[in-house]
């Protein structure tokens, strides 16, 4: 049974400090691996989606890596900013089905 | 085009009502998967459905729950009889046909369900 963890669950940082968060998932059969963005009371936001046989993506600020052997992914987040305080979820979606599997995510606040 | 949209937002119930949820995908889209998440706790899978079938409902309770997503309309999730543990945000999420690998999930807002 897949089971994906996410450390630390709440981080507390100050603006511009890069920030890394972690993620790791027991089962490597993944098909691929995403990060989402919540904000109180609102939905998700897909920030990025890595496949399986790629190592890396970036969009903006944001890099997410991917190490399928290990089990873990990580999303970078450079030069943070206050709007970047949210809840960060990382899902994985196994070979063998259409369902993502989430971690509990990590509560990131940045203070200005 | 026009996200994947919940509705209520908020929807009060009291003890043994029964809650009706709505969803209707993006366009184009024709899988829809509903989600749980209870308080302080990840998203837990509950239903995978696409239209007029259900093809996974392995995270759905025996009891009380059911979903549908038909030819046309919105997919439903239909709480029977609530109870207080049935409070919790339940979001619904589209994709569009196929299983590329860089199929991502669009997710609604999600409602908020409150058992009184």
């Known amino acids: 049974k897949q089971e994906v963890t996410q450390i630390p669950a709440a981080l507390s940082v100050p603006e511009g400090e890069n920030l890394v968060l972690n993620c790791s998932f027991t089962d490597s059969a993944i098909y691929n691996l995403q990060w989402f963005r919540q904000d109180p009371g609102k939905g998700l936001t897909s920030l990025l989606l890595i496949q399986s046989s790629q190592r890396e993506q970036t969009s903006g600020r944001l890099n997410a890596s991917l190490d399928k052997s290990s089990g873990r992914s990580t999303l970078y987040i450079a030069a943070s900013q206050p709007g970047d305080s949210a809840t960060y979820l990382c899902?994985?979606?196994?070979?063998?089905?259409?369902?993502?599997?989430f971690g509990a995510g990590t509560i990131l606040r940045v203070k200005s | 085009n026009a996200g994947v949209m919940q509705n209520p937002r908020h929807l009060v119930r009291r003890r043994g009502q029964e809650a009706r949820l709505r969803c209707s995908p993006m366009k184009g889209h024709s899988h829809v998967y509903w989600y749980r998440q209870l308080p302080e706790e990840g998203l837990k899978f509950m239903v995978y459905l696409q239209k007029e079938n259900i093809i996974d409902e392995s995270g759905m309770p025996k009891e009380r729950f059911s979903a549908e997503f038909p030819k046309e309309g919105p997919s439903i999730l239909r709480i029977q009889q609530v109870v207080r543990g049935d409070s919790a945000a339940y979001f619904c999420a589209s994709s569009p046909p196929g299983r590329g690998a860089n199929e991502k999930l669009f997710f609604g807002s999600g409602t908020q369900l409150s058992v009184l």
């Open positions: 899902a994985v979606r196994p070979d063998y089905g259409n369902k993502l599997v």
